[in-house]
T-cell receptor, first 111, second 116 residues
Framework: GQSLEQPSEVTAVEGAIVQINCTYQ??????LSWYQQHDGGAPTFLSY????GLEETGRFSSFLSRSDSYGYLLLQELQMKDSASYFC????????????FGKGTTLSVSS | GAVVSQHPSRVICKSGTSVKIECRSL??????MFWYRQFPKQSLMLMAT?????????EQGVEKDKFLINHASLTLSTLTVTSAHPEDSSFYIC????????????FGPGTRLTVT
């Protein structure tokens, strides 16, 4: 099966940089994805890493090390609106199967 | 971009009744749809995977007779919660994948079900 570990909570102030780590165990690996979810809303896609290295999308970056079964999401220039839950997710054991989500990290950004 | 809709967005039903949730892919053909359930402050838990025209595959611990899934067309999947109980109150989210694009999964806005 699949399991993902990420911190349950992170707090930071506006303008700061935050890194949310994710370690995973899977029987097959087809990339690590990151999603953001605000209270009451649906998850929205942030980033995907299929290969080792850093992917940058504006203020958000994501990193993957397949040899370490580890990735992280980096959020820069934090804003209040970034307060949300962040989930890492991997695909199931076979290509084309459903995303399996970690338990989520609640990020609270204060002024 | 690929859009997935869900209807209704919120529903309140009485215990013992059934409620149907629709999930539609608006601008693409979804060969595979997934249904997730999310309890407050928890993660999204995969309930079942459905492929158009075939029976859904349920995750361990999900009662297939209670959560009926129908994927009758390439743009529509339905989840029916039968004989709902208060413990079924949750946020139900569908997700769809376009045929030939195995690594992209698009999420609907979710349906908040409250069973009284």
């Amino acid at each position: 099966g699949q399991s993902l570990e990420q911190p349950s909570e992170v707090t930071a102030v506006e303008g700061a940089i935050v890194q949310i780590n994710c370690t995973y165990q899977t029987s097959g690996f087809y990339g690590l994805s990151w999603y953001q979810q605000h209270d009451g809303g649906a998850p929205t896609f942030l980033s995907y890493n299929g290969l080792d290295g850093l992917e940058e999308t504006g203020r958000f970056s994501s990193f993957l090390s397949r040899s370490d079964s580890y990735g992280y999401l980096l959020l820069q220039e934090l804003q209040m609106k970034d307060s949300a839950s962040y989930f890492c997710a991997v695909r199931g054991a076979q290509a084309g199967t459903a995303l399996i989500f970690g338990k989520g990290t609640t990020l609270s950004v204060s002024s | 971009g690929a859009v997935v809709s869900q209807h209704p967005s919120r529903v309140i039903c009485k215990s013992g009744t059934s409620v149907k949730i629709e999930c539609r892919s608006l601008d693409f053909q979804a060969t595979t749809m997934f249904w997730y359930r999310q309890f407050p402050k928890q993660s999204l838990m995969l309930m079942a995977t459905s492929n158009e025209g075939s029976k859904a595959t349920y995750e361990q611990g999900v009662e297939k007779d209670k959560f009926l899934i129908n994927h009758a067309s390439l743009t529509l999947s339905t989840l029916t919660v039968t004989s709902a109980h208060p413990e079924d109150s949750s946020f139900y989210i569908c997700s769809a994948r376009e045929g030939g694009r195995a690594y992209e999964q698009y999420f609907g806005p979710g349906t908040r079900l409250t069973v009284t």
